[in-house]
């Protein structure tokens, strides 16, 4: 008589999972279905994700949008909580702690890319479900295949921080997924820079910041703005998610237009200049790194066309002036401002106040 032996999988794959498969086929943008399901466009990308549940009434929806069965829909649901507490359960609570309290837990729940859970098994669900792994050794292969694939501006930085800045690249990866994209075409990019480059002169991101993703989608680009978690000290990073689509991932970290757009620049060099199979994270400047010169070079030659740097180079450290150039060379004077500090013509203190400011309220 055969044994009869009982299937456990080694993984939980959300339903959303097949929904967000199904947005890609057939091309509809987020924005589009969540006006369709009645729902935010975040809910929506949580709802790809596994964040939140996928509730009787969605179902409905999903039926009536997608049409595949509501039944489906909460069956897929039920097996899904099911096997990400089978997973959490096999896993001894003294590694389950330990392996927690080295996440950036509290701004992964702050930053909505998480649920707060009491029950330790239950958070350590949660947690396994948004790394995509199924265990903790799997959690540190994942990890540590890319670190191996990762150039950090910061020697050991990446090492020594590996959960916070594995935690930031895996919400930017997530949130990538959900965004719609032409094929890479580095030709396209290039050709593109010159229009990204007019935005700096728009103030609001909630203005430029969505012109910008259409731009970057059209080069095949997914565009993400995240706040960096504890410990987690990038300002960007650059990684091919698919064969065809790549992803920048920024963090405003220094809350100012002259470092966004800088970074921005930066990091769409490291994407035409350098290897596709690398992960770039950016922390603090290494001014001996070959990829980092080349990309500041980059994104200075963008941000200052040759035609611009000499006359800034001549240029007097005032206000009018530098307000006069920035019009004249169709750019924002707080650029100017970041690159007068950057070859030491000016203090970082001196004029400052022309650089524009956000806030994440913003």
Known sequence: MMEQVTFEPEWAI??????????QRKKVPIADFAWEMELAEQDVEALCE????????IAQKL??????????????????????????????PSDAQAWIRDLPLKDMVAY?????????????????RF??????????????????????????????????????????????QQI??????????????????KLTLLREPQIFLPKLRALCAASGIALVIARTPSGCRASGATMFITETKAMILLSFRHLS??????????ECGHLLLHPKEMVVVEGEADKNDPMEKEANEFAEDVLIPAPWKQLLDKLRPNRNSIVRFAVRAGISPGIVVGQLEHRKIIDHKFLSYLKRRYTWGD
């Not at 909505?112 to 396994?128: D, V």
Request: net charge neutral; charged share 25%.
């Open 180 to 197: 719609i994209c032409e094929p890479w075409n580095p030709l396209r990019l290039r050709k593109l820079l010159p229009e990204m480059r």
């Open 112 to 128: 909505g890319w998480i649920e707060h859970y009491q029950n330790q098994s239950e958070q350590l669900a949660e947690c396994l």
């Open 131 to 176: 790394f995509d792994v199924s265990s903790i050794p799997h959690f540190e292969k994942r990890i540590n295949s890319v670190a191996d694939r990762t150039k950090f501006r910061t020697s050991g930085t990446f090492t020594s921080k590996r959960h916070a800045v594995g935690a930031w690249l895996r919400f930017g990866e997530l949130t990538a």
């Open 257 to 266: 237009d002259d470092h966004f757009w800088f970074s921005f620049f930066h």
């Open 14 to 23: 959300p339903p959303g999972a097949t929904i967000s498969g199904i947005l």
């Open 50 to 57: 596994g964040r939140i549940a996928l509730s009787d009434r």
């Open 63 to 92: 039926e009536q949008i997608l049409g595949v069965s509501a039944e489906f829909w909460i069956v897929r649901e039920a097996q899904y909580r099911s096997d990400a507490n089978k997973l959490a359960e096999r896993i001894p």
